[in-house]
């Protein structure tokens, strides 16, 4: 059996009939796990990719298409032994086929051997031609479908050009110049096409061509972009005005064109990180890759330097990608590992801050929890050793990350952020001093003081000017939308519909940014239950609202507005501890809230002993984007619910 997915999903027997799939989930489960290449994907994540807002029973419905899928590609499998194909693998399900059996493995497996070696072009052109269009075409409106997309189609855009280099400098290629002008009028911006098509109408005799064709580059790449061309179309030119009758292979090509060294790659995706946008999202993949590429050298080392290399400042305790912060953690301990305790401290202080920063809090518990917090410590007691400003902000990232332990500690953040902004002005790394004003933003927030934090706001867009931190504008708009929802409840304070209007333009400024997956879903319907909370009103009912990660702790104030009580109740008794992350208090308060409305003492007795320690922060507030309102008013309410138990 074979599994296609570069085009609409499918599976074909050996003697190449199709087999029957079943529905749009079913292949969905089948397609997610060729995504993940032979590697486990959790129960939680597979239920989290199939649905926005998962239905209650959506572990017993994935259960079942598993279930279909397995007599599907295993019909002949004997009663009650072991599926050889789709496996159970610890907490979740994995794929087990050859990777030629898997039409985007062997196009990727085709591609790496084409980048070694000119020999491997004949696997590398059967392999494009099996495209049958856009990778996973029929699974439509899942975000990691929309990441496997564009990262396979950016794969195959390389894979065309290096198949044109590969003819070019063999001698041949002069019929390439109709798809090389097809390609570069699709795709204007990837600036190794345009020297490929040159070089094409080179060896076809239009010399003249060639040079229009440079020029035409050079015109677009300036008055579109700022760039003058590189120094690979500088040199075609000169070589076709100078008139030479053969044109030398390309010494050089851009990122899309051949695999720059993992260490100039993870360099390259730093720098584009800080731009925020889509480009952060392409540069995290460009860093895993990085990563992977230097432990395939087998040199600790450099391995070591190029997970380190990625001290792109974090804010969010929430990963974009959990899937791939935790294979970066896992690169860094493996690494770790390697290099042993006596191993360069400043190598290690990298590996660890790397560690603090990409386990995020919320996705964390228990022992992962532990292991992350005591990283985030020992890479700032290294750092500190060192006397280095630039890893020791790096390391009091990480510690600022790991440090949403328990509720109400707004105060210990803002000292963090303090030394992180000083450092920063001091040491000129504006990127950080970005980072303590932010955190600081959010720390004075949480405490109620919206003069300070108003003011560290304004400093950050200023600093966001100079440092082209796209993101900067778009969370001080939500920071704004905040103040406005906190005044509204004050007496000729603005209304309750002028906040809700000043949150939907603050998400809408969110929502076009691309960059912050993980800080997105759910935030604007928490933010408007948060605003009819400060006005004593029900939860928002609208079905269209997406509830995101926060759904188990406001679905029993949602059901309660439904007047569905039982209902209510018994999804309360069903939210679990929430996580520590920036969102913590609000979510205890929102358990301490609908406990009190539904009289259940035990549930309002675990709130108030949570909210305890933050009985002087605003519940929501720690984020710097909405607000519940002040956190002892919801305790209060708890205690008193649970002093009648």
Known sequence: MRIDVLGAVRALRADGTPVDLGGPRHREVLARLVAAGGRMVAT???????????????????????????????????????????????????????????????FEDALARAR?????????????AAWRGPAYADVTGSLWAQRERARLEELRLEGIELRARLLLDSGAGAELVAELGAH?????????????????????????????????????????????????????????????TTLPPARTVWTAGVRLGPRTTVELARTLALAGGDALVHSRRDRLAAVQAAERTGDIALTARVIGAYDVPALWSRADDSEQSRAVVAAAERTLTALGTDGPAELRARLL??????????????TASERAGRAAHEAEALARELGDPALLVFALNGVFL??????????????????????????????????????????????????????????????????????????????????????????????????AAHYRAAEDALAGTASMPGLHRGLFALALLGLRL????????????????????????????????EEARTALAAAPEPPLDHMQEALWCLTAHAAARLGEHRAAARAATALRTARTEHAGGASG???????ARYLKEAEKCAAQG
Do not use: C, K
Request: charged share 25%; no cysteine; proline share 9%.
């Open 625 to 631: 984007l909405l607000t519940l309102g002040p956190v």
């Open 116 to 128: 070694r070696t000119p020999e491997a072009l004949p696997d590398l052109e059967a392999a494009l």
């Open 44 to 106: 939680d994540t597979l239920v989290a990719d199939l649905w926005a807002e998962p239905p209650v029973r959506a572990v017993g419905a994935l259960r079942t298409f598993v279930a279909a899928l397995r007599r599907a590609v295993e019909p002949d499998r004997p009663p009650r032994t072991p599926p050889r194909v789709l496996v159970t693998e610890g907490p979740g399900y994995a794929l087990r086929l050859p990777r030629d059996q898997v039409d985007a493995h062997r």
């Open 534 to 565: 400060l006005h004593d009103r029900p939860a928002p009912t609208d079905p269209a609202l997406d509830w995101g990660p926060y759904r188990p702790w406001t679905q029993p104030l949602v059901l309660l507005a439904r007047n569905r009580v």
């Open 184 to 244: 570069v009028t699709e795709h204007p911006w990837r600036e190794p096409a345009w020297g490929l098509l040159a070089r094409a109408l080179h060896r076809a005799g239009r010399q003249a061509d060639a040079l229009a064709t440079l020029r035409r580059a050079r015109t677009m790449l300036v008055q579109q972009l700022g760039l003058d061309p590189g120094a690979e179309l500088r040199r075609l030119e000169a070589d076709i005005l100078h008139g030479a």
């Open 353 to 366: 801050a790397t560690v603090a920063v990409e386990s995020r809090s919320a996705d964390l518990s228990g």
């Open 402 to 499: 790991q440090s949403f332990t328990r509720p109400g500690l707004a105060a210990a953040r803002d000292v963090i952020g303090a030394e992180i902004l000083e450092l920063a002005t001091r040491h000129a790394l504006p990127n950080f001093a970005v980072l303590g004003r932010l955190v600081r933003l959010q720390s004075a927030s949480a405490l109620g003081d919206l003069d300070a934090a108003s003011a560290h706001a304004r400093a950050a867009e200023r600093l966001a000017v100079s440092t082209e931190a796209s993101l900067v504008p778009v969370l001080t708009g939500w920071f704004r939308a905040r103040v406005t929802a906190a005044r509204s409840a004050e007496p000729g304070g603005p209304t309750a519909a002028t906040a």
